[in-house]
Every structure is written in C-alpha cells, then in structure tokens.
C-alpha cells in the first residue's frame, strides 16, 4: 500500500473535521486541467523543501488535462475523501507494506495509523517521489519484504576477435610532413582501414588520431583485415601494426569491452612495423584456414596477468 497525500485517517480526527482542511485539495480542483494546477501542486512541494522544475509543473497540467475533466475530477477527490475503510483493516490478515515518502512526516504518521489497524502491516519510509529515476530504492523495499533476492543484471556478452592498429612513427612522420599534409595522409590511412573492414565485415568500434579499434565474428577474417591493410598503406608510405586477440567481450553501449579488449591493445603495443601479431587464442582458433605463424616468445602485456605467447602472421594464400 502507498500511502499519499489524500489519505485523510487519523485517530484524532473525524472524516468532516478532515474535510475542513483540505483547502488544498479545492484550491487544487479549481485549478484542474490548468497550467496553474502544476505551479500549484509545485508550491505545495516547495513547502516540503523540493524544487520542481519547470517541465514537472507543465507536466502536472497536461496530465490533469489528459486523465480526467473537472467534474470528474472533483467526483473522484470526493469519493476517496469519503471512503472509510479503517472498520475493516483489522481483517487483513496477510502481510501488508505501506510505503510513504519520508520528506513529508505527515505521511509517515499516517502510514503509521494505518499500520496499527492492520494485525501484520510493516511501514516503510522511502526517499524520493517514486518517480521513474528513484526507483531502486523502492523497489529494495518491496524486495526485502518479500523476501526476494534480487537478481543481478545479465550481463551481454559475446566472443568476438579484437583487433587494434596504430601507425608506426607517426608523430615523427607528422613533424615531418606538417599538420596539413599530415590530416591528409590520415584520411586516406582512414579510408585504407574502412574499405578493408567492409570488405571483411569488421565492425568499427573506436577512432583516436591514426590508431583504429574494431571487432569482428571470426579471427579468420580479422587476420585477412589487418594483413590487407597493412599491406596496402605502404603504398602511403607509411607502416602500421597490428595485434588481435579473441576473447569474451561485454556490450556496454553497443560497444565491446572488458579484458579481452585490453589484451587485443596490449598485443597490438608489441607488434613491430608492418607486423600482424596475434594470442596464442587466435592461432588456435584458426588452425586450418591457411595462415602460418612465427613464434615471438613469451610476453609480459602491461596490466594484465601472466605471460602471454604471442605469433607474427606470415603473409600466405589466406591473404586473397
């Protein structure tokens, strides 16, 4: 049970004494389907110490304007003033939570009443107006009373190859050009990178400065990528590297991310000029597709646990 502002009971009160202070819910129903309704409704939050903003007010009054007319409006207040049920709370028998808002200790007192007519009611004061941005609280509440464990949020995931590429000497290479010869030869370095990717349907994912981050559903592909584009920048008389690694990926935004994204970097970091290094994951996972691979030792990968075997990709008929 939420208990709100119109629930009058009290056991110092009577229904018609009750009535008689409730000059603001009339004042309110004057101001029905009104934009004034809103600034009303947010002077009366006001006196509770909470600011609303000018979208909530003109929210208040479209709303009132949209669920019902004036009339019905006030026939509705009417009814639910009028209506008495404390006679019968002592019947409930079953578990019952009456959840108030505890900025406002004319609701929790109530809450409490109510609660003490009814043989298992547990009263829960709660922070916030319930709206859809403070909701957690309430609902650790009514879990808590239910004796629910909440589940944790599933996590979405999936096996993807990462693959990062960077250009080798490029802020030596930028000196030497200038700024504007230099932001040309990055767009067509760019250009290189975007073709390769759609013609081995790699999805990419993150841009900074001459390096690129993408992903892809298989490390076959991935491999034929970085190899092409490696191949074909040197005709801009530049060089890149490259490394990959396959791993479980989490989706944060649409974008894949976690440690198997940091491994693919660190990979990449230890790659030389125009060298496609790759874990020991991807060549295993493409065995049989037609690549062969140079042993590069044993590697320590900056923040990551272990030492990692890591392989150059020598060019071969993979590469058509």
């Known amino acids: 049970m939420r208990v709100g502002h119109r629930t009058w009971c009290s056991p110092r009160r009577t229904r018609s004494a009750f009535a008689r202070s409730c000059g603001w819910s009339r004042f309110r129903l004057d101001l029905w389907g009104t934009n ?104 650790d509440v009514v879990h808590r009373f239910l ?35 230099w932001r040309k030869l990055v767009e067509r370095h760019h250009a290189v990178v975007r073709d390769a990717l759609k013609r081995w349907r790699g999805v990419e994912n993150d841009t900074a400065g001459d390096g690129f981050y993408a992903t892809f559903d298989g490390p076959a ?27 479980e990926c989490e989706l944060i935004e649409g974008k894949a991310a976690g440690l198997a994204v940091s491994i693919g970097a660190r990979v990449a970091a230890n790659a030389a000029a125009s060298e496609v290094l790759v874990s020991q994951t991807v060549k295993d996972l493409v065995a049989g597709s037609g690549f062969s691979f140079e042993d590069r030792g044993e590697h320590t990968l900056k923040g990551v646990a272990d030492r990692w075997r890591l392989y150059r990709v020598v060019t071969s008929s993979a590469n058509q």
């Open 36 to 139: 004034d309704y809103g600034i009303a409704w947010a002077d009366a939050e006001a006196a509770a110490g909470v600011t609303l903003s000018r979208e909530r007010m003109l929210m208040a009054g479209t709303m009132s304007r949209q669920t019902a007319t004036p009339d019905v409006a006030r026939e509705l207040d009417r009814i639910w003033y009028e209506t008495d049920v404390r006679a019968v709370l002592s019947s409930v028998r079953t578990p019952a939570l009456l959840i108030a808002r505890n900025r406002y200790p004319r609701k929790i007192e109530v809450a409490q009443y109510v609660a003490s007519l009814m043989p298992e009611a547990t009263v829960a004061p709660v922070a916030g107006d319930f709206g859809p941005d403070e909701l957690e609280p309430l609902l």
């Open 221 to 247: 592909r991935a491999i034929r990528c970085a190899l092409a584009v490696a191949e074909r920048v040197q005709g801009l008389g530049i060089e890149i590297r490259a490394g990959l690694h396959t791993g």
């Open 147 to 181: 004796g629910v464990e909440p589940r944790e949020p599933a996590l979405d995931t999936i096996l993807a190859t990462v693959l990062f590429t960077d250009i080798v000497g490029s802020t030596e290479k930028q000196a030497s050009l200038g700024d504007r010869a």
